[in-house]
């Protein structure tokens, strides 16, 4: 199996199925052909499931079970963002090996996961592997480019299902982390599921002046009424707090500390502050505590000798549980001022917190400890980062975000960028992982 789930590997790296939010940029032909490849790979899965295409290249895959037990839902996509062709030491599209990785575009981010997911099921099915329940496959196409989208491959096959009164026991997705455990007190890599989302939102600052030559500016220009407007969300951070996705992963993880942040995290309500001051002075942490804000795009006027009659800074926020999008906008309009006029744009609400005390996840917690047993602790996380499933919320007892393979920190830094690459050791390791999550949620 190893040599042809490599090659099958390749070939979905070969496909460039490249998302944009213009859709007439999307070469749609690379995403049919991607769907033939798959088709031709896995004729169990294809013969066995019933398929149903949604925006025209999203897949719905149902695997008839043997009961009528709630049914799992396994999610992937295999759309990519695009790439600097300059800067790859091997082609992006060209799936090729060098020191014992697969190199590509969507490698990690997340073809990968979706052939090591797909050469699980193929390989369950073949051995005349029963599903006790329904396992039904979602892979979207367009998840790059987000759900908000009205032509949203995953929002459609939610609405589909939705419609026909499925409710999920789990659905599981993208999502999961490592991390070096030394900063909570814990020798040892710490494997993080996700069990819920920040929101998202894009918020656009502008002013608006009558412009004019830069050689007689007025007290204060148009860009620098938004710079400063700007540079105080960035400085006035959001309050942090736990939420109840920290709870859980502090829960889950104070078994494992070290004295004396055990003492600390076993009485964080009283000690709060200083946890509170000791997390948000790093970035990662203080992502999981609160809502961020920061500037990522400006735009002024045409010339360099010309001043701005609008100026604009647009403003990258995520959302923390407990606030949302009209909170956040509430905040931003009081702190900027009445001269800053506030636009919202792509906004998502923060999804609710899946229990981790239920089986479902035991269930990824003992097949990841089973797989990887060098792992010193897994507990649940917060993710800040933004994917399909979160329109699953409401349809599942829990929905849970999660890695299949062991990925270096080095690794990981590929995703999005540069010379992306899964080591093929790990992506077998992701197929086996898959096996036995699979048997086990399908019969629990």
């Known amino acids: 199996m190893s040599e042809s789930a ?19 940029l999307m070469d749609f032909s690379e995403f049919e052909k ?4 798959i088709r031709s790979d896995y004729p169990t899965i294809f013969t066995s499931g019933q398929i149903e295409r949604f925006v025209g ?3 719905l895959i149902k695997l008839p079970g043997k009961t009528d037990l709630p049914p799992i839902g396994l999610m992937g996509h295999f759309d990519v963002v695009p790439v600097r062709e300059e800067n790859w030491i091997e082609p992006p599209f060209s799936g090729i090996i060098r020191d014992g990785y697969v190199y590509g575009r969507g490698t990690l981010d997340m073809k990968g996961h979706v052939i090591s997911m797909l050469e699980a099921v193929e390989a369950l099915l073949s051995e005349g592997f029963e599903f006790e329940r329904d396992v039904y496959l979602m892979l979207g196409h367009n998840e790059e480019t987000g759900s908000i989208l009205p032509d949203s491959g995953a929002v459609a096959i939610r609405d589909h299902l939705k419609q026909q009164g499925v409710f999920f026991s789990m659905v599981v997705d993208e999502g999961g982390a490592l991390i070096d455990g030394k900063s909570l007190g814990i020798d040892g890599t710490v494997a993080l599921i996700g069990v819920g989302e920040k929101g ?17 500016p007025p007290k204060k220009s148009a860009m620098a009424q938004v710079f400063e407007a700007a540079t105080k969300l960035e400085r ?4 942090a707090n736990f939420n109840d996705a920290t709870n859980a992963m502090f829960d889950a993880l104070i078994p494992f500390m070290k004295q ?3 003492l600390l995290f076993s009485y964080k309500d009283f000690f709060k502050p200083i946890l509170l001051k000791v997390m948000t002075d790093k970035p990662d942490t203080a ?6 804000c920061v500037a990522t795009m400006a735009s002024g006027s045409f010339a360099p000798n010309v001043l701005a009659q609008k100026a604009t800074v647009v403003c990258n926020v995520r959302i923390i549980p407990g606030e949302s999008i009209e909170s956040v906008r509430n905040r931003v309009q009081n702190m900027v001022g009445s001269e800053i006029e506030v636009k919202l744009h792509n906004g998502t609400e923060p999804t609710d917190i899946s229990p981790s005390d239920i089986r479902e996840f035991e269930i990824i917690q003992e097949t990841t400890q089973e797989h990887y047993p060098h792992f010193k602790a897994i507990a649940p996380y917060l993710m800040v980062a933004a994917t399909d499933s979160r329109v699953y919320h409401g349809m599942s007892k829990g929905v849970y975000r999660i890695s299949p393979f062991e990925i270096s920190k080095e690794d990981m830094k590929t995703v999005h960028a540069d010379n992306e690459r899964v080591l093929i050791e790990n992506f077998l390791k992701g ?6 999550f699979i048997r086990k949620a399908s019969q629990s």
């Not at 070969?14 to 859709?23: A, E, G, L, M």
């Not at 991607?34 to 490849?37: C, D, G, T, V």
């Not at 006035?236 to 309050?239: A, E, G, I, R, V």
């Open 57 to 59: 290249y999203s897949l």
């Open 6 to 24: 490599v090659l099958h590997l390749q070939r979905a790296i070969q496909c460039k199925t490249i998302s944009y939010k213009d859709r007439s």
């Open 34 to 37: 991607f769907i033939e490849n």
């Open 431 to 436: 197929i086996e992982f898959f096996k036995s």
């Open 236 to 239: 006035d951070k959001f309050p």
């Open 200 to 216: 998202y939102l894009d918020i656009e600052l502008s002013a608006t002046q009558s412009g004019g030559h830069a050689s007689m």
């Open 260 to 262: 004396p942040l055990k």
């Open 287 to 292: 992502a999981v505590l609160r809502t961020t």
